[in-house]
């Protein structure tokens, strides 16, 4: 099994809809974890940490599910603005930073 | 002032040649590492150093060689450079298990 792993779609989708992305992580011991975006021929950039508790910035929610060792992303109303790939990344164990393979979304007008 | 710089930005360069590239940030981070994303768009880890020490070697081949002359830099040498080679390397930082920060790409080419 991946360490982390990630359905890498692609998701299409019209503007206004909600997506959501599920990245399943293999170490329970796992300590923190991001989701992150990357455009075509650029550096991934931070969009969310991912909190126990849950966490919301915007049209973004990202959620943690220690028992099941997965974390969700969820963009609510997408814009065009939106299209990318978005990655997951978790930190294993000791700053062993493991990405998922990374999911593209195109938002269609 | 950028965060995480890595140079050169672009790099071509025949089968058989060694190149290096360099990286620095300025985040006063503790931890510095390389990821190779190939044309499928993977980012693979690659090395992860934690002040100057090696924490992560991940199976990557003894032609490549990271150096870390202090915790700000760490640099990546290739030896005998071969087409398989070719993809885009990151430089990245953190602190305390904290987020990554990315340096902008060093998009390698063997020809």
């Known amino acids: 099994r991946k360490e982390v792993e990630q359905d890498p779609g692609p998701f299409n989708v019209p503007e206004g809809a909600t997506v959501a992305f599920n990245c399943t992580y293999s170490?329970?011991?796992?300590?923190?974890f991001f989701w992150y975006r990357q455009d075509c021929r650029k550096e991934p950039k931070l969009l969310m940490s991912v909190y126990s508790s849950g966490n919301e910035d915007g049209r973004f929610t990202a959620q943690l599910n220690r028992a099941s060792q997965y974390i969700s992303l969820l963009i609510r109303d997408s814009k065009l603005s939106d299209s990318a790939t978005y990655l997951c990344v978790v930190n294993l164990n000791n700053n062993d930073m493991r990405f998922g393979a990374g999911t593209r979304l195109t938002v269609k007008p | 002032d950028t965060a995480v710089s890595q140079t050169p930005k672009y790099l071509v360069t025949q089968m058989g040649n060694d190149k290096s590239i360099k990286c620095e940030q300025n985040?006063?981070?503790?931890?510095m590492y390389w990821y190779k994303q190939d044309s499928k768009k993977f980012l693979k880890i690659m090395f992860s150093y934690n002040n100057k020490e090696l924490i992560i070697n991940e199976t990557v081949p003894n032609r490549f060689s990271p150096k870390s002359p202090d915790k700000a830099h760490l640099n990546l040498h290739i030896n005998s450079l071969e087409l398989g080679d070719s993809a885009v390397y990151f430089c990245?930082?953190?602190?305390?298990?904290?987020?990554?920060?990315f340096g902008e790409g060093s998009r390698l080419t063997v020809l």
């Open positions: 990245a930082s953190s602190h305390l298990a904290g987020e990554l920060f």
């Open positions: 170490n329970s011991a796992s300590q923190s």
């Open positions: 985040l006063g981070h503790d931890t």
